[in-house]
């Protein structure tokens, strides 16, 4: 390809354009290396091949669209609806709640996650027998692992 364009300039300018030209002289080489490795054997032989990068491929587009997911979460309508608000995140994994306090924006909103394993733990508060306005022990866990704590400060 380097050859053709270099026959269709002067002399002159030859060297310009074979310099500006060589940070890229090395994809037609690499296409053709990748075409004859996929598609230069046999066919059960490509298809094979062509599974193998299959889930490689798959597992970082993947892992590309799940992180930029989060730029899509919009909290700016809740920005303005009160001064304190509050998200809670349960059962959701450390990475999760990582990427929910990186990616997603928001102003004045307040985001409290919690992990799942902490979240297992409620079933295990839970009285026989007594309504839920009567579990103490299930609303003290609540308010410990759950709930946001907030600060009260003078004004």
Same mark, same amino acid.
């Given at each position: !390809?380097?050859?053709?364009?270099?026959?269709?300039?002067?002399?002159?300018?030859?060297?310009?354009?074979?310099?500006?030209?060589?940070?890229?002289?090395? *994809?037609?080489?690499m296409q053709q290396e990748v075409m004859q490795f996929f598609f230069?054997?046999?066919?059960?032989?490509?298809?094979?091949? #062509?599974?193998? $990068?299959?889930f490689p491929a798959l597992l970082w587009f993947s892992a590309v669209w799940l992180t930029g997911i989060y730029t899509y *979460?919009? $909290? #700016? $309508?809740?920005? +303005?609806? #009160?001064?304190?608000?509050?998200?809670?995140?349960? +059962?959701?994994?450390?990475?999760? /709640?990582? +990427?929910? =306090?990186?990616?997603?924006?928001?102003?004045?909103?307040?985001?409290? #996650?919690?992990?799942?394993?902490? !979240?297992?733990?409620? =079933?295990?508060?839970?009285?026989? /027998?007594?309504? $839920?306005?009567?579990?103490?022990?299930?609303?003290?866990?609540? =308010?410990?692992?759950?709930?946001?704590?907030?600060?009260?400060?003078?004004?």
């Amino acid at each position: !390809m380097l050859e053709q364009l270099l026959c269709n300039v002067s002399e002159h300018w030859q060297d310009l354009v074979e310099l500006l030209a060589a940070p890229l002289s090395w *994809i037609p080489q690499m296409q053709q290396e990748v075409m004859q490795f996929f598609f230069g054997a046999s066919g059960m032989v490509s298809f094979l091949k #062509s599974v193998a $990068l299959l889930f490689p491929a798959l597992l970082w587009f993947s892992a590309v669209w799940l992180t930029g997911i989060y730029t899509y *979460i919009d $909290l #700016s $309508l809740l920005d +303005y609806l #009160s001064k304190n608000v509050t998200v809670r995140l349960t +059962y959701a994994s450390p990475k999760v /709640g990582e +990427y929910w =306090r990186t990616h997603v924006s928001r102003e004045r909103v307040r985001l409290w #996650s919690v992990e799942a394993k902490v !979240m297992m733990g409620w =079933r295990n508060q839970m009285q026989a /027998g007594a309504a $839920l306005p009567q579990q103490e022990k299930l609303w003290k866990w609540v =308010r410990d692992n759950v709930d946001d704590r907030v600060r009260w400060q003078a004004l």
